[in-house]
C-alpha cells in the first residue's frame, strides 16, 4: 500500500467509524492534533481515538487536495478536509473545513505505514 492509499484508507475507515488507533504507530514519539486537543505518545493517542469513536458517528470526510510526497524511510501529506460527524448523545451535527498534515512512517516487512504525528486544524473566524 502507498502512503496515499494508507491516507485515504485512514479516512474511509473514520467514515465508517472503524477503530483508528490501529493507524497510528506504537511509538512514545507519536503525536496527534486534532481541532480542539493534543495528544503525546501512542497510548494517549489511541485512548483519545477509542473516545472519539464512542461519542460520535456519521461521519463526513471530504478530501479536497490530498498531496502526499513518499520517500523510502518517510512521507508527508497535507490535505484540506470538509470534516463533519454527529455526537452520540444528542445527534447534534459538528462540521468543520480543515486543514491536515502528517507525517507517516514505514512499520513492520509488508510496507506497511503508520501516522507519527497528525495534525487537524480548522481556521479561525474573523
Known sequence: MTAEEFVR???EALRRG?????Y??????????AITAEYEGY???AE???EQTRVTEDWTVESRGLSVVE????????????LGWARTDDGERIEYDTRWSGVLEPVGDE????FVQLH???PHEG
Open 18 to 22: 472503524e477503530p483508528l488507533y490501529p
Open 111 to 114: 510496507g506497511e505505514w503508520a
Open 24 to 33: 497510528f504507530a506504537e511509538r512514545p514519539e507519536t503525536w496527534k492534533a
Open 48 to 50: 483519545a481515538l477509542r
Open 9 to 11: 484508507d485512514y479516512y
Open 120 to 122: 487537524v486544524s480548522a
Open 43 to 45: 497510548d494517549a493517542v
Open 71 to 82: 520517500r523510502d524511510d518517510d512521507a508527508r501529506f497535507t490535505d484540506r478536509v470538509r
